[in-house]
């Protein structure tokens, strides 16, 4: 099964003014769209042929470098565009998320500087994540491509802190992006539909 580059599931500049238009055109149309081709030129003769984005991602972890950078990165913004919407983020969650963060994590505010750290404290390029490992929430971050499918967890929430995420629009200032990313992009229906789906 070949990637595809998905369409955003909003115009350019829906995110306004917390991520540019150029922002997405130049990280959906220039950065995700490299993920795809160069993980589709990877993945012939790999033997992982025909398998989803998920199946590829861990049995390439580790195994072949190369592809797994780029399904690795293509797997995770297929989800990232889909954790925002115009108007997102905010403190009111759906239920069931909501009380599993409160038992699992603290609470909201608790998750939300958690959440904010990780990506400040990921050095260099990676992702910070809310997952669900053995039943239960936790906060991770990871280097580069890599997510929490290679580390037993399944992601629930992302975020991407490469420079490209955020570079046009807050140039050095990481922890704005964060902030601004939590508070008012985060699109937590389909945080929900993640959780139900691995529950």
Do not use: C
Not at 72 to 96: E, R, S, V
Not at 114 to 139: E, M
Not at 170 to 195: H, I, S
């Amino acid at each position: 099964m070949s990637f595809q580059l998905p369409d955003l599931p909003y115009a350019y500049d829906a995110l306004g003014p917390y991520m540019s238009a150029e922002t997405l055109e130049y990280h959906h149309d220039k950065h995700h769209l490299a993920y795809v081709s160069n993980g589709n030129n990877l993945l012939k003769d790999s033997g992982l042929e025909g398998k989803s984005v998920e199946e590829v991602v861990k049995e390439s972890f580790g195994k072949n470098p190369g592809l797994f950078n780029n399904a690795g990165q293509h797997y995770n913004h297929i989800h990232f565009w889909k954790w925002m919407k115009p108007n997102g983020g905010g403190t009111k969650l759906p239920g069931a998320l909501a009380s599993k963060i409160d038992s699992d994590l603290g609470g909201y505010d608790k998750f939300r500087a958690d959440f904010i750290n990780a990506g400040i404290t990921q050095f260099g390029s990676g992702w910070a994540w809310l997952a669900l490992k053995d039943g239960k929430l936790a906060i991770m971050k990871t280097p580069n491509g890599e997510n929490p499918l290679v580390h037993g967890a399944a992601p629930l929430l992302g975020v991407d802190v490469w420079e490209h995420s955020y570079y046009i629009d807050y140039r050095n200032l990481r922890p704005k992006y964060l902030e601004a990313f939590v508070d008012n992009l985060v699109n937590w229906d389909y945080v929900l539909e993640m959780y139900e789906a691995a529950a």
